[in-house]
């Protein structure tokens, strides 16, 4: 079961080798996409990516970024700055005459780097020293990229803070940065901070991107011992400037990047320059692009797999464009901006699925008959490494146009992709969809599924800069050797971070002795060595009866539902089975309402128990047919009109969801509901 180094010797896997697609299992030539040492087992052993042999990647050895010279994001950018002088670097929509918006204008990478230049002089020449951090709070445009290459300049680690307020006081005050930039969107909540943590005198400098039209928000800040600027400002401060660079090292810290906090406060995970580059190496083994590619930038730049995707393109000269910060008019931007690749997290792409479907819904037989005989055909040409020109043509053509007709691959993560969501987007909207998992703690990437292969379900193998293993967890019955191999995720590599900042103790628990750090993952190996996740450490609870619940999976499960937009599942250790509060989806709650004759807006349908009752069917349906067990079921729902959100607290960044905190908003409605069914 499965691959070693002596039935797939690892030095001859050549170029050819490793670019052919690797099918399913029952394909007499299976490809593995990860391998073990001669004589490890399976279950338990290294494995590790077959491009590499002791972690050590020995394919493609011929890149640019294995050499000395680009081993930091410093040395990154001058070389991308040397290079592609007049290539497109950065790009916003203008704005029209009539204030909407226009099309992407850009800046080159030669303009790129004056600007960040003039920045990290200005920024020394207003005290900041080499080394110290600063903080950047904004949602994602120029100007955020900009100042995080002017840190570069001069070794300043960056601290991204996302766009909503919660835990920015206790970032400020524990990071220790001595400036911050941000918007005029966060500018009151950056004074609040600074009012918060008044008796913690780090903070010197506040920077704002735009123009600040109020003298009192000056003499605001000046109270708090903070000095209040802007970016033009810096700008006239450093223009003309010849101040040498603090050249940074790959050991040094470039990020610090904090959790989503789902418990206790945020801790500050320290990501240095060798951790990116061994990571942006990593995927130049899955993912090809060039100077002529265009990336949108959307998933928030205060999550390292965005500033990871940017390091990326930089390294080749690829222009970045960024959306207008409003995810509602996301398609809007790509379509304008016509992006040659596209990185997303599965809900974003759970949403086009269902824009998709419903299309083909509405559509009339005979559009819906031709769309299903050339969804078979072409999904059975990709299975055999082929296509079909003329059902792309006349069917999938206008789908490809909802990315702007140029993708030629997408890349999710985050979040596991659901396996139809997958097939269905594989064939309608672009064949090369490569899943992937990783975690802040290791830089974003851990594995990723190669471009050719066709298996759903999983998130591919080991990148080559690491190693994963699995460890048994038996009070969850999850053990190696078991058939398939299934234990939490530990890795060790170039890319796992350097500790939680000034948090030694949470540094130890994370880290075994052997210097393998433990996600809190489950996964299993699959036959072709592709790493699956199949369950969370802390979303297990027990309920009375003494059975253990994963709520993850549930809601993974429960959420296929078509009227359910989100669900938390939830419940009591001393009751015997879970409850949820469930989101229902707008649009169709609308219509529903609309075809039974009812009165009312969205918040009056959610309070109907007629819609209640609506939901518990289909969350019944769905549990027969996903095989669920007994106690799996949820007999009792809370509906809840709002949704989910970063801004209410219930969303990261990346837009999973933050349990606890949903758990503690909804724990007297949770307490009620079991109260109101008595008893068990």
């Known amino acids: 079961m499965g691959g070693t180094l002596s039935s797939i010797p ?17 394909y007499p030539k299976l490809k593995f996409q990860s391998i073990v040492q001669n004589g490890d087992d399976w279950g338990s052993g290294v494995h590790r990516s077959p491009a590499s042999v002791n972690g050590v990647p ?11 010279e680009r081993s930091t994001l410093y040395h990154n950018f001058q070389m991308a700055l040397a290079a592609y002088p007049e290539k497109n670097f950065l790009g916003q929509r203008s704005i029209l005459p009539d204030n909407s918006s226009g099309p992407y204008r850009y800046i080159t990478y030669a303009e790129g780097g ?3 230049d003039e920045i990290g002089a200005g920024l020394l020449c207003l005290g900041v020293e080499p080394r110290q951090r600063v903080g950047i709070y904004s949602k994602n445009r120029i100007e955020w990229t900009l100042a995080e290459t002017a840190c570069n300049l001069h070794s300043n680690p960056t601290v991204a803070l996302y766009d909503s307020f919660k835990d920015i006081d206790y970032i400020i005050q524990h990071s220790e940065m001595v400036a911050i930039f941000f918007g005029e969107d966060q500018i009151q909540d950056v004074l609040l901070a600074c009012q918060k943590t008044i008796d913690h005198p780090h903070l010197q400098l506040a920077i704002c991107f735009d123009d ?10 000046a109270r708090v011992n903070v000095h209040l600027t ?3 400002d810096i700008l006239l401060l450093g223009e003309g400037s010849e101040i040498p660079h603090t050249i940074p090292a790959a050991e040094d810290v470039a990020i610090v990047m904090y959790t989503s906090g789902s418990t206790g406060d945020p801790k500050g995970v320290e990501i240095t320059h060798g951790n990116i580059m061994a990571s942006l190496r990593a995927l130049e083994l899955n993912l090809e692009i060039s100077c002529d590619d265009v990336h949108i930038s959307f998933l928030p730049l205060a999550h390292v797999f965005e500033r990871l995707v940017q390091a990326f393109c930089i390294h080749y000269g690829a222009a970045v464009g960024f959306y207008e910060g409003h995810i509602p008019n996301l398609i809007a931007d790509i379509q304008e901006l016509r992006p040659t690749f596209l990185i997303a997290v599965p809900r974003v792409l759970n949403r086009i699925h269902d824009k998709i479907q419903q299309g083909i819904s509405a559509a009339s ?8 005989i050339a969804f078979r055909l072409r999904e059975q040409a990709l299975l055999a490494g082929l296509d079909t020109p003329l ?3 006349v069917v999938f053509s206008k789908f490809r146009e909802i990315l702007g007709g140029r993708v030629r691959f997408i890349v999710s993560g985050s979040a596991p992709l659901d396996q139809e969501v997958h097939r269905f987007l594989r064939v309608c909207l672009c064949p090369c969809i490569m899943t992937g998992y990783g975690l802040t703690e290791t830089t974003a990437g851990l594995t990723c599924a190669h471009p050719k292969s066709v298996t759903l379900g999983h998130c591919g193998g080991p990148l080559p800069v690491c190693e994963v293993k699995l460890i048994s967890v038996p009070e969850m019955s999850y053990e190696t050797d078991s058939d398939p191999p299934r234990g939490e995720i530990h890795v060790r590599g170039n890319n796992v971070f350097k500790g939680y900042l000034k948090d030694e103790y949470q540094t130890m628990r994370v880290f075994d002795r052997d210097g393998w750090f433990c996600t809190g993952d489950i996964g299993e190996w699959n036959r072709d060595g592709t790493l699956s996740i199949i369950d969370r450490k802390k979303s297990i609870f027990k309920l009375s009866q003494g ?7 549930l809601e993974s499960m429960y959420s296929k539902c078509p009227f359910i937009a989100q669900i938390l599942i939830t419940g009591d250790s001393s009751r015997s089975y879970p409850v949820a509060v469930v989101v229902p989806d707008e649009e169709l709650v609308i219509e529903w309402a609309r075809y039974n004759n009812k009165v009312g807006d969205f918040n009056t349908f959610c309070a109907a128990p007629e819609l209640r009752d609506l939901l518990l069917l289909q969350l019944d349906a769905m549990h027969k047919e996903g095989g669920l067990k007994g106690f799996e079921r949820v007999p009792r729902i809370i509906v809840e009109s709002q949704l989910f959100t970063i801004d209410n607290g219930l969303l990261t960044p990346t837009l999973k969801l933050k349990r606890i905190p949903a758990a503690m908003k909804y724990r007297d409605a949770v307490a009620e509901l079991y109260e109101q069914n008595g008893g068990d």
């Open 365 to 372: 037989f005979p559009k819906r008959f031709l769309f299903n």
């Open 391 to 393: 059902c792309n043509r």
């Open 114 to 116: 004056k600007i960040a």
């Open 212 to 221: 600040i039209a109020s003298s009192r928000l000056r003499a605001d800040f």
């Open 58 to 68: 020995i394919w493609p050895t011929h890149l640019a970024s294995y050499a000395p």
């Open 230 to 232: 802007t970016l033009a």
């Open 10 to 26: 690892s030095t001859s896997l050549n170029e050819d080798e490793m670019n052919e697609c690797y099918p399913d299992p029952s």
């Open 547 to 553: 059975e253990y619940l994963c709520a993850e999976m």
